[in-house]
């Protein structure tokens, strides 16, 4: 059926091809705004000057490239080390617990780094519980004993690891479930051990999926704001907003995201070729799952112990802390300040949700019903923002439309007398394309998982009924992929109520978010008061974590 013609021949020939051309259009002027924002950084930052970017390289720009290649280093091994050993024992082993932790494992994915930063903090900081009750307990002074600083390159990259690391393990988990036994068997036969059998065929095979997992979680890495922020790590992310608001030097602003999008970029593209090298060739009736070792005694205490910790210090001791400041703060959730501040934020992000659900919808129709180079070239152009973090796509969009609107209201003021002031820079409208931007691709993803099942006699059955695009995707693809689209309308809720850096540069005036108040506390040093807010993004983050665990709980 893959070869069926689009359109049958006769009176739905000429619809089909202006259905198929309405969504070619909606495609690409969705592809060409994702690549605006980076398009405008690149030529903002060439028109800058050299002066700006070389007195970047001769102060801040070694720095921020050296703490920012440390970071991802720092995370990469983290999360590499800590999701592998993870999907590996719960996947490859049999202790107690290990059904609950196949799920527990996931739970740290609710929090954003810059919350757990928050809790940490106020754990381990000077004045914190812990530090406290040492000097208490010992009689220390302040300078009698040495204590590990949170607020640090590696307090950083700890709080990284332990929210991102579900990531690898998910992708982990799942290539070892995929494996068949046979070569791992064979190994054995040969006289390997276990852990040597691991080393030698298992990890080698899941390496793609761990890969991507890695990619993702650097990613998201280089795109933080809040923790690094917070620590007062100066990467390239803090460079950006410091350059924007603090010195008002928008070139140096843009040069520094042109950087920062180059090392997306071609992080994008090794993430990329890492997924098309990777292939799995189902075993048929022949595949049959690893087999399974009972650990008992030492070893069942050890794996307990190393799926504990992730657990919880990842989410359970957070909680436990964010509820505890809470209580002790004077924020009351339920006053007039924070009813706004919850609105805005369920606005923006179901806003934003919506817009890009509808231009996942459009450019994975298009794709389904011209498959090609130019729906394939669409879609993957659309993919790109995933890769840019949210201060470049603000960075990216504030240029060029701050300009416009200082056009319009020039012309307006010398030709009419009126001035209009900031027209689109002033409104939600600008944050939410930013949004869209970086989050199409999760919204996309999960619409094209669910779209491959739908299968091509039904597409041809509709063609066959004189059903036009627009009816064929209304009557037949749009029931069916509801649950898909409800996931992905998930996804990208969620992911907006935890954007920081796009929301701080792009938000309108006195429009404040949950996580702009979360940051704006905890800047003050107010961390009791920021635990109100970074509790409901917790739970508001608990949403796709729990959809994600349920489906875990069915492929046991």
């Known amino acids: 059926m893959s070869d069926t013609p689009a359109y049958a021949p006769g009176g739905s020939r ?58 991802v280093a720092l995370v990469a091994v983290g999360t590499l080390a800590l999701g592998t050993g993870a999907a590996w024992l719960v996947t490859m082993t049999r202790f107690p617990g290990v059904r609950f932790f196949e799920v527990a494992l996931i739970l740290p994915l609710a929090f954003p780094a810059y919350v757990l930063a928050y809790a940490y903090t106020f754990l381990l900081d000077h004045p914190g519980i812990v530090q406290t009750t040492l000097r208490d307990v010992t009689g220390w002074g ?36 995929q494996q068949s036994s046979g070569a791992f068997l064979a190994a054995r036969a040969l006289g390997k051990t276990s852990a040597q059998a691991f080393w030698l065929v298992s990890l080698p095979m899941a390496r793609p999926a761990i890969a991507s997992g890695v990619l993702l979680a650097v990613m998201e890495t280089i795109a933080d704001f809040g923790t690094v922020s917070y620590f007062g790590v100066q990467t390239f992310a803090t460079g950006i907003y410091t350059s924007w608001f603090s010195m008002g030097d928008r070139a140096g ?8 999008l180059g090392f997306a970029l071609m992080l994008a593209v090794a993430e990329r070729a890492s997924r098309g090298r990777a292939k799995y060739h189902h075993a048929g009736k022949h595949h049959t799952e690893l087999p399974k ?38 924020q009351n959730l339920f006053s007039r300040r924070y009813i706004d ?163 701080l540069i792009l938000r309108p005036f006195n429009f404040d978010t949950l996580a702009v108040q979360a940051h704006r506390l905890a ?21 796709p974590v729990i959809l994600i665990c349920r489906q875990v709980g069915r492929r046991r």
């Not at 970047?56 to 920012?68: Q, R």
């Not at 602003?253 to 920062?260: M, R, T």
Request: contains cysteine; hydrophobic residues 55%.
């Open 253 to 260: 602003a843009a040069q520094l995201a042109l950087c920062l």
């Open 142 to 177: 302040p300078r009698d004993y040495w204590f590990p600083e949170i607020r640090s390159l590696g307090g950083a990259a700890l709080m990284l690891v332990l929210v991102l690391y579900p990531y690898v393990y998910l992708l982990a988990r799942a290539a070892f479930l």
């Open 341 to 503: 501040f919850i609105q805005n934020s369920l606005t923006l992000a179901l806003t934003a949700a919506v817009l890009t659900v509808c231009a996942a919808v459009c450019i994975g129709f298009y794709l389904r019903l011209a498959p090609g180079r130019a729906a394939g070239a669409a879609a993957y152009t659309a993919r790109l923002g995933y890769a840019v973090p949210g201060g470049v796509i603000a960075v990216g969009l504030m240029v060029p439309f701050a300009a416009l609107d200082n056009t319009v209201d020039a012309w307006m003021q010398a030709s009419f007398g009126i001035r209009t002031g900031l027209l689109i820079t002033g409104s939600i409208w600008l944050l939410v394309a930013a949004y869209m931007v970086r989050f199409l691709a999760a919204a996309l993803g999960a619409y094209e998982g669910g779209q491959s099942t739908v299968h091509s006699n039904m597409d041809a059955a509709a063609r066959s009924l004189g059903q036009s695009p627009m009816g064929m995707l209304r009557r037949v693809h749009l029931p069916i992929l509801t649950p898909s689209l409800l996931t992905a309308l998930l996804i990208v809720f969620v992911d907006v109520m935890k954007e920081l850096p796009a929301t």
């Open 523 to 543: 800047s003050d040093e107010r961390l009791e008061g920021a635990a109100v807010p970074s509790l409901v993004i917790m739970a508001v983050g608990l949403l």
């Open 293 to 330: 070792s009972d650990l008992t005694g030492v070893r069942a205490a050890g794996a307990l112990v190393l799926c504990v910790i992730p657990v919880l210090l990842g989410f359970l001791l957070p909680v436990v802390i964010l509820v505890d400041m809470g209580l002790e703060s004077e």
């Open 14 to 71: 000429n619809g089909g091809k202006s259905g198929t051309g309405l969504f070619s259009t909606l495609s690409w002027i969705i592809a060409l705004s994702c690549v605006l924002p980076m398009a405008a950084v690149a030529l903002a930052a060439l028109t800058g000057g050299t002066e700006t970017i070389t007195h970047l390289m001769d102060t801040v720009l070694p720095g921020y490239i050296g703490t920012t290649v440390a970071l």
